[in-house]
Nanobody, 125 residues
């Protein structure tokens, strides 16, 4: 079993930056694709981005490309989401997830089988 715990959320103003962390425990997730998703009030959960293990490349949704950066520290079983130039529409609960049965680019949330509880990010105008 794997437990994922997000931290770092909060209330910020538009244009600010924030870094979210995702700590994995229970077993190593070093070879698994890991992703970030978010869910705004009244909306479906949406893909934010992910990072593969095999080539260490991060992929992003168009809505955050150029503003968000994903990084991983496999030795520490940590993943990060650096968010900059935040907008009010970025307000959501952000969750990290791991896809134990896949490799490479994984976008579909149904392929992620481990999820954290989420951390709230609120961006005021």
């Amino acid at each position: 079993q794997v437990q994922l715990v997000e931290s770092g959320g909060g209330l910020v103003q538009a244009g600010d930056s924030l870094r979210l962390s995702c700590a994995a425990s229970g077993r190593t997730t070093g070879t698994w694709p890991m992703g970030w998703f978010r869910q705004a009030p009244g909306k479906e959960r949406e893909y934010v981005g992910m990072m593969t293990w095999s080539d260490g490349i991060a992929y992003y949704a168009d809505s955050v490309k150029g503003r968000f950066t994903i990084s991983r520290d496999n030795a520490k079983n940590m993943m990060y989401l650096q968010m900059s130039s935040l907008k009010p529409e970025d307000t959501a609960v952000y969750s990290c997830a791991a896809a134990s049965a896949y490799r490479g680019l994984v976008v579909l949330e149904t392929r992620y089988d481990y999820w954290g509880q989420g951390t709230q990010v609120t961006v005021s105008a």
